[in-house]
């Protein structure tokens, strides 16, 4: 078995390196475990260590019903971010450098104090030291997007990339601040942070739950990202896309 999710793991990361798409693992080998499927995540994310990135903090997947319609699924995943993942606000990002980027809304946590296992939502906001608003660039590395929930999770939850605002104090009500998305100053979609389970603080109280689960801990210093708010946009070259976040401000990337 870990020749197999070695080799899986291989595949995924070649199809990341070369922008190509590959059939779902799933339909190979349809049982595979949500166990293996993480421990495929782990040894991806371990080859992009292995070459100079690092460890950047979290995200959360499938945390909004819109997002688990889009892809057909219904349960919340996570993945791994790094530094290389991070692209700069109101910058450029390639549409060629990737294989159907998507981009969502989404809420930024800035951890402060390190955060793993049961914790309250009360204890998970005192170890927080900003919030921001943020996108999430998403690419599956199946083709056509489509994916099981064990596909997403060994293909590190379509992490891609995710642009920052600035950060903001995190003590204020998040519950449900208006969210709208543009694309060329013309809105596709609002929304509100409740489509972050009720509340986005649920989706920080989940992260460092599921950390603790992995053995990880959430260190100072370390993104986590809530999870998508809208449907995620699929871009196109020649658009800037920009999310603004009730309270927190805006977040914005130009796509060539």
Request: net charge negative; hydrophobic share 45%.
């Amino acid at each position: 078995m870990n020749a197999l999710l070695t080799g899986l793991a291989d595949r995924l990361d070649d199809a990341l390196l070369k922008h190509k798409a590959v059939p779902q693992i799933t339909i190979e080998h349809p049982t595979l475990s949500l166990a293996d499927a993480y421990a495929i995540q782990s040894l991806l994310v371990h080859r992009r260590l292995q070459r100079g990135e690092r460890r950047m903090g979290m995200k959360m997947g499938l945390t909004s019903r819109a997002k688990m319609q889009q892809v057909g699924v219904n349960e919340m995943s996570w993945g791994r971010l790094t530094n290389a993942m991070l692209l700069e606000e109101g910058g450029l990002v390639a549409r060629d450098a990737y294989i159907h980027p998507r981009l969502e809304p989404e809420l930024a946590f800035l951890i402060g104090k390190p955060l793993s296992g049961i914790v309250t939502a009360a204890q998970a906001l005192a170890a927080v030291d900003g919030v921001a608003p943020a996108m999430e660039l998403i690419d599956s590395r199946y083709r056509d997007f489509k994916f099981t929930l064990n596909d997403v999770v060994a293909d590190n939850s379509s992490s891609a990339g995710l642009v920052i605002g600035s950060w903001c104090s995190a003590e204020q009500d998040l519950t449900n601040l208006g969210v709208v998305l543009e694309v060329n100053g013309r809105v596709i979609d609002t929304a509100s942070t409740a489509a972050i389970l009720g509340n986005p603080v649920r989706s920080l109280v989940a992260a460092a739950r599921l950390a603790g689960e992995a053995g990880e801990t959430l260190h100072p210093g370390d993104i986590i990202m809530s999870g998508g708010i809208t449907a995620a946009h699929t871009i196109s070259p020649g658009e800037t896309v920009r999310a603004t976040l009730q309270n927190l401000g805006f977040v914005s990337i130009s796509v060539t």
